[in-house]
Every structure is written in C-alpha cells, then in structure tokens.
Nanobody
Framework: QVQLVESGGGLVQPGGSLRLSCAASGFTFSRYAMNWYRQAPGKERELVAAITSVGSITNYVDSVKGRFTISRDNAKNTLYLQMNSLKPEDTAVYYC?????????WGQGTQVTVSS
C-alpha cells in the first residue's frame, strides 16, 4: 500500500523555522521525483519545491527562494522541506507528491501557520 505521510507542521512566529518531513512507503522511493506543494485557504494549490529522484537538481517557486530548502534521504525513504524566515503568507497546508509517470501519489498534508 502506497503511503506518503507528512509531519512537522505547526504554529510558528514570523521569522521562525520549521522542517517538514514526508515518509514514503509502498513504492520505490529512489525512483520517484518529489515535490512539495501548498494550498492556502481560498487559493489554488501551488508547487513550492521540486527535487529529482537522486537529489541532483532542485527548483523553487520565486517566493521561497533563499528561505526554503528541499532535500531527500533515499536510504530513509524520506523527503524534507527546511523552511526558514517564515512569513505569514507561507501559511498553508503543505503536501508532498511523488511522481514517476504514470504514477502520482499524494500525502494527506500538514498545516503550517505563521502568526504572532
């Protein structure tokens, strides 16, 4: 059974940091490219960061460049998102996604709230 389980979300003050994790099981994690998406209330889901299957290439949406870092540990079947200098506009549910055409898997999401 394929599972992607996000964790690490929570309430943090502006300027703070969080590290999200996405634990994968039920498929060959090292063969899948991985993404982090987020969805704020009333907004469409947006791609935040992407990483290739071996972690050699990463990409970020402009709004998080220099603040967020995506990484993966294929030995632990886990994807990470280090989020620094958080802003209120980063508040959203964060989702991980695995894809290796034609397969696409989503996690259930973890809430990140940035507020004083």
């Amino acid at each position: 059974q394929v599972q992607l389980v996000e964790s690490g979300g929570g309430l943090v003050q502006p300027g703070g940091s969080l590290r999200l994790s996405c634990a994968a099981s039920g498929f060959t994690f090292s063969r899948y490219a991985m993404n982090w998406y987020r969805q704020a209330p009333g907004k469409e889901r947006e791609l935040v960061a992407a990483i290739t299957s071996v972690g050699s290439i990463t990409n970020y949406v402009d709004s998080v460049k220099g603040r967020f870092t995506i990484s993966r540990d294929n030995a632990k079947n886990t994807l990470y998102l280090q989020m620094n200098s958080l802003k209120p506009e980063d508040t959203a549910v964060y989702y991980c996604k695995a894809y290796n055409w034609p397969n696409v898997y989503w996690g259930q999401g973890t809430q990140v709230t940035v507020s004083s």
